[in-house]
């Protein structure tokens, strides 16, 4: 018995709102989907339907104690959007007051600022392709509205946090952000997932829409998820001359599968695409990034970097596709793994598909062990193996980290990278 | 100090070593010259606790400790070092880093607090100066983008910063131009004591006219085949190897 065999009753007890009929169309659309079997090509190296919880529980009720578990929190100056265990946290969030800038509940906001909501929501994925996308849709709760308005150059970065308390294994949050940043305007953005409490399941969807010659940086952060498992879309639209630099950081996780989508639908867009996961023990880490080249002259850089441990597995599925009017693309792709144990293992699989002829697109997969002689040389000099390892861990995961923009975020990544792999330089 | 009796090793089914002896004590500088493919790389490996090598007899004793017992990294805190002919880039780890790591484990084995900040900086510097290697090289990457040069004075460095009892310097002349020569030689020269002991593979007598070894010590075919004083350096400059085949009867 799984959740999708009384979907139909629970999609009756949640509430009516501004959303019927989309969540209707998704719903018949998640009907004809299911969930992905090994079967399903996408899906071929991530089981995930036998791991899902029993019941589809959106969300529960919020316990105490959240500000000690954003122990980062205070430290750095920001507007922090808090949402437990999928219910936005009004008492827990704090905003800081920009002109030009809306940023709050998507449940509380959306109807607000219903055209650019009715503009934007549920229009950068593609719910007759993506089974959880559309089953997100359907039953999507709350997240982060995030609204900036056109030459405004966001000040303080805007951190959304997803804190996970709830004693109960079985809550399968739904949440949903919806982001539109217009033309000229500029703005930081991280996004935490923290699990604190037990197994959890959530599946995350983040439509990002960046105007002409607008700038973001978003960091998808998963830290502290050693028990969950999950499903993240980052869907992000470019305009003409838009700038978008995604990270995801991915130290933990019992599976987690990311969705990182590009569509490059102005000419002389830009898009980075980093990555850096960590795998120990049982982990299975997917990391799926699309790259749609459809108009000319853009340009996408790719770098993922994985090290997995233990039995732990990892996915990449690189796929750049450059239309046939997307003449003079420039597209990079570069993803390595090293496998720290014999038991380890790693499907890596880069995709380009192109129909233009005037194009640069160039790709590189590596799977590789870690270096002896690397490893010797720390070693003569006394440092103990599991440091030495940490040590060479450290210095290959490194470069994703140096990358992140945002100097605190930085700083608090480096300190997390390090006592992930237990060393202290 | 260091103990080598009849040691015989293999990589694969290629025997290296085949009955090497050799005897260091505390207070002395020994040279080790021979052709290329002779093992002496593989000798200083050994002792450093490379695994790839295979020992199938003999035996090494460290301060009377057999050193085979111990891991490359004990072998390290315990006092030996490896000047490697062949230094190793890490790229992403700083030589600080680095240092700060070896330095701590070593003072770790020996039932001492981490090192303070403010101390150990100031032993850098000393350290760095003493092979007159650039501040901005130790928050670089390790030996990335460092010439032949710079790459042997960072292991003289790290021999300085690591203060061992028992020193290797695998050829770290070759590719030294006269001045780091010097430079790497007086830092050997300074370091040395009556407590601590060198071991100096080289090719060249050149360098023994900076570091004066006590032994010389011909090794050819995977044994020591002959030992003599600083003049055997000399005598091998002149008359090249194939007087010693000759000399041994090999
Ligand atoms: N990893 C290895 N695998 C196979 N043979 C090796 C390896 N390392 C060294 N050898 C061989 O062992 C012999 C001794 O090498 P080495 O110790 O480097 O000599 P030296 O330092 O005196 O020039 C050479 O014939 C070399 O080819
Ligand atoms: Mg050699």
Not at chain 2, 131 to 140: I, M
């Amino acid at each position: 018995m799984s959740f999708t065999d009384n979907i139909e009753t629970i999609f009756e007890t949640i509430d009516k709102d501004n959303l019927s009929a989309v969540r209707e169309s998704a719903l018949s659309s998640f009907k004809t989907l299911g969930l992905p079997s090994a079967r399903h090509e996408e899906w071929k190296y991530t089981h995930i339907k036998t791991k899902l919880p029993e019941t589809l529980r959106l969300v529960a009720s919020q316990e105490s104690q959240v500000a000690s578990k954003l122990k980062y929190f205070n430290s750095i100056k920001g507007t922090k959007l808090v949402f437990i265990n999928g219910v936005f946290s009004a008492e827990s969030s704090v905003i800081i007051d920009q002109s030009g800038l809306t940023v709050g509940s998507l449940k509380e906001l959306s109807s607000q600022h219903e055209a650019i909501f009715t503009k934007h929501f549920n229009k950068a994925t593609d719910i007759s392709k993506e089974n959880f996308a559309a089953l997100n849709t359907a039953f999507a709760q709350d997240g982060a509205f995030i609204y900036v308005k056109k030459n405004t150059i966001v000040e303080a970065p805007v951190f959304v946090f997803h804190i996970y308390d709830h004693a109960s294994a079985d809550i399968f949050t739904q949440s949903r952000n919806l982001i539109v940043v217009e033309e000229n305007a500029d703005i930081t953005i991280v996004e935490d997932f923290q699990n604190n409490n037990g197994e959890k399941f959530y599946n995350h969807v983040s439509e990002v829409f960046i105007g002409q010659n607008a700038e973001v940086n978003y960091s998808l952060l998963q830290l502290h998820n050693q028990h969950t498992t999950s499903v993240n879309y980052v869907e992000a639209r470019l305009e003409k001359d838009a700038r978008y630099h995604i990270t995801t950081v991915t130290l933990d996780g019992k599976l987690v599968r990311n969705n990182i989508n590009a569509y490059m639908d102005g000419e002389n867009s830009l898009a980075t695409l980093n990555g850096l996961y960590i795998g120990k023990e049982a982990n299975h880490i997917d990391n799926h990034i699309l790259v749609d080249h459809r108009v000319p002259n853009c340009n996408s850089h790719q770098v993922y970097k994985g090290v997995l441990d233990d039995q732990s597995t990892g996915v990449f599925n690189g796929k750049i596709f450059v239309q046939k009017d997307a003449q003079k693309t420039n597209a990079y792709q570069s993803s390595k793994a090293v496998l720290l144990s014999d038991e380890a293992s790693m499907n890596s699989k880069p995709q380009l598909e192109i129909f233009a002829d005037d194009v640069k697109c160039s790709h590189g997969a590596a799977i590789g062990q870690m270096s002896k002689n690397e490893l010797f040389y720390l070693l003569a000099r006394g440092i103990d193996k599991e440091t030495a390892r940490g040590i060479l861990t450290y210095a290959f995961a490194n470069e994703i980290i140096a990358a992140v923009k945002l100097p605190e975020l930085r700083t608090y990544l480096d300190d997390k990278l390090k006592e992930k792999l237990n060393i202290t330089i | 100090m260091l103990e080598i009796k009849n040691l015989h090793a293999k990589i694969g089914d290629k025997e290296i070593l085949k009955g090497l002896n050799l005897t260091v004590k505390a207070g002395e500088v020994h040279a080790i010259m021979g052709p290329n493919g002779t093992g002496k790389s593989t000798l200083a490996s050994i002792i450093a606790g490379k695994e790839d090598y295979e020992i199938t007899a003999g035996e090494i004793l460290f301060e009377g400790k057999n050193l085979l017992d111990l891991s490359p990294d004990e072998r390290a805190r315990e006092g030996v070092f490896l000047a490697f002919q062949y230094p190793v880039e890490i790229p992403g780890v700083s030589t600080t880093n680095f240092m700060k790591a070896a330095v701590n484990a070593k003072r770790k084995h020996h039932g001492q607090e981490p090192i303070v900040a403010k101390e150990f900086l100031a032993m850098m510097n000393e350290k760095r100066q003493l092979v007159e290697l650039d501040k901005s090289y130790l928050s670089r990457s390790i030996n990335e983008g460092f010439s032949g040069g710079e790459k042997k004075r960072n292991e003289i460095f790290q021999m300085a910063m690591l203060d061992p009892k028992l020193a290797i310097l695998d050829e770290t002349d070759s590719g030294l131009d006269i001045d780091a020569l010097r430079i790497v030689a007086d830092g050997v020269n300074k370091l040395k004591s009556k407590n601590n002991a060198f071991l100096v593979i080289t090719h060249y007598q050149r360098l023994l006219n900076y570091i004066v070894p006590d032994f010389v010590h011909i090794m050819y075919d995977g044994r020591v085949v002959k030992t003599g004083d600083k003049s055997l350096a000399l005598k091998m400059e002149e008359r090249g190897y194939d007087w010693i085949k000759e000399e041994v009867g090999v």
